[in-house]
């Protein structure tokens, strides 16, 4: 999987393990979302970047609505791994810092969404449009590619290409994942 994600280099791609845990993210997933590899390994998870990253609720467009698919996908996971303890710890803390946290998780809503489209406002691009794909890895159930595109000669388009100039300016010397 590091090797796929090295190779792709003009959309994020970025995958999700257990609980919504970043197991790796491309360079150009950590120029959107924001340097997992920088954060210590507990905090790199997708689910407690939407809630306790206040980056996240400007990056988003719709944060509500990303924010509840997140819920709902943890709720999924905790369906088939009722014991996981660091589920249960990541619910805990999450539940104590954000009260949507846990009006949500009490919802019991479950779903996985596999495609779709999201909007974000990055603070140095500016407005993107792009449709995600989330393709389950064969070998590893519990694992999820994310994989992020824009159409072709649009603005979005522009912006991942800038976002991908920024990202090299960033980090160099092509930092491995």
Do not use: C
């Not at 939407?50 to 467009?61: C, G, H, K, S, V």
């Amino acid at each position: 999987m590091h090797r796929l994600l090295e190779t792709m280099t003009d959309v994020p791609a970025v995958v999700v393990g257990r609980r919504t845990d970043v197991l790796a993210a491309n360079r150009l997933a950590r120029a959107l979302y924001t340097d997992f590899d920088a954060l210590p390994q507990r905090e790199r998870n997708m689910t407690r970047f939407i809630f306790l990253d206040e980056a996240a609720r400007t990056l988003y467009d719709d944060w509500e609505g990303v924010a509840r698919t997140s819920v709902a996908a943890l709720r999924l996971y905790a369906g088939k791994h009722p014991h996981d303890s660091r589920l249960d710890e990541l619910v805990g803390e999450l539940s104590a810092h954000d009260a949507d946290f846990q009006a949500w998780w009490d919802d019991h809503d479950i779903r996985r969404r596999t495609y779709g489209v999201k909007h974000f406002h990055h603070p140095v691009v500016g407005e993107l449009t792009l449709q995600y794909e989330a393709l389950a890895v064969t070998g590893d159930p519990d694992q999820i590619l994310g994989v992020y595109t824009a159409e072709s000669a649009t603005a979005s388009e522009r912006a991942l290409r800038r976002l991908a100039e920024w990202a090299e300016d960033t980090w160099p010397t092509g930092r491995t994942i």
